[in-house]
């Protein structure tokens, strides 16, 4: 099981669901509500909108249910000064992209969105590489990402981060993996 990751800088903390968030449920129900359902955030993945609040609500549930079970550990991006998450990067782990991806062999795979209003804010870029970092402190070296290859910003992303693209994954994604160590760095 993957160790919670939770980091910060002066304005952003980046963690995993902790006990503190369950008095704030309703809370971050609205905020992935806001995410899963921003046009800009979704440009590219339309197939991971959501349409209400009850989808939001069962979306943060499976997260939390999915975490515990080892299947893929989702972690919030909260603007501290707001207290509002803004963004998610998930974590998947091998066993459960074998049940979505037809592959010669599974790494453990990120997704990340970003609300539309902290895009291009660089948030993205500053945050993967150090959460890259922790992974591969905890043994995790291979971790690939599958991205729309018109999503450019999400490519400089991952490129920053050290990853490199591999292969076409299919006809409009491309699958991208770093597998190397990670010079140290400090958020």
Do not use: W
């Amino acid at each position: 099981m993957l160790e919670a990751i939770n980091f910060e800088n002066e304005a952003l903390l980046v963690h995993s669901f902790r006990g503190e968030d369950l008095v704030r449920f309703e809370k971050l129900t609205q905020d992935i509500f806001n995410i899963l359902s921003d046009e800009r955030t979704l440009k590219y993945i339309p197939e991971k909108r959501l349409h209400n609040l009850q989808q939001a609500e069962l979306f943060l549930q499976t997260a939390i249910l999915n975490y515990h079970s080892k299947q893929n550990y989702l972690h919030f991006i909260t603007d501290k000064a707001s207290d509002k998450v803004i963004g998610m990067i998930d974590v998947i782990t091998p066993e459960l992209a074998r049940k979505h991806y037809h592959l010669d062999y599974y790494p453990f795979f990120i997704e990340f969105y970003l609300s539309g209003a902290a895009s291009g804010c660089y948030i993205m870029t500053e945050i993967l590489p150090l959460l890259m970092e922790e992974l591969l402190r905890q043994g995790i070296s291979k971790i690939g990402a599958v991205i729309n290859r018109e999503n450019i910003a999400a490519r400089r992303v991952l490129e920053k981060a050290n990853f490199e693209f591999k292969a076409p994954f299919d006809v409009i994604q491309d699958f991208y993996q770093t597998s190397y160590q990670f010079e140290k760095t400090m958020l």
